[in-house]
């Protein structure tokens, strides 16, 4: 069964960091590709940061371009979201999701097209 397991979150004031990570059972991740997905209060879900299931390939969105780094333990079967430099409008429940490509080289910030989903845990950016 698949199952993935987010931590990290909490209250931290601007420009300050946190790393979340998201713990995934029940499949190995270097076949998997995984997504980081946020959701602020009265706004839709939008992609943050995605890996590929090679690792090879990383995006991210253009709100969070040079201040967050996506990375992972293939060991550890985790994926991390390393967030520096954070504002208040980052505040929001943070979720990571996976999908099977057969291709290695894909991810995805479209989070309609992930196939499963965390609990999500909640950011809150203030001072």
């Known amino acids: 069964q698949v199952q993935l397991v987010e931590s990290g979150g909490g209250l931290v004031q601007p420009g300050g960091s946190l790393r979340l990570s998201c713990a995934a059972s029940g499949f190995a991740l270097r076949f998997y590709a995984i997504g980081w997905f946020r959701q602020a209060p009265g706004k839709e879900r939008e992609g943050v940061s995605c890996i590929s299931s090679s690792g090879d390939t990383l995006y991210y969105a253009d709100s969070v371009k040079r201040r967050f780094t996506i990375s992972r333990d293939t060991a550890k079967n985790t994926v991390y979201l390393q967030m520096n430099s954070l504002k208040p409008e980052d505040t929001a429940v943070y979720y990571c999701?996976?999908?099977?490509?057969?291709?290695?080289?894909?991810?995805?910030?479209?989070?309609?097209?992930?196939?499963?989903w965390g609990q999500g845990t909640l950011v809150t950016v203030s001072s």
């Open positions: 999701a996976t999908r099977y490509y057969t291709e290695s080289l894909i991810c995805d910030l479209d989070s309609d097209a992930m196939e499963s």
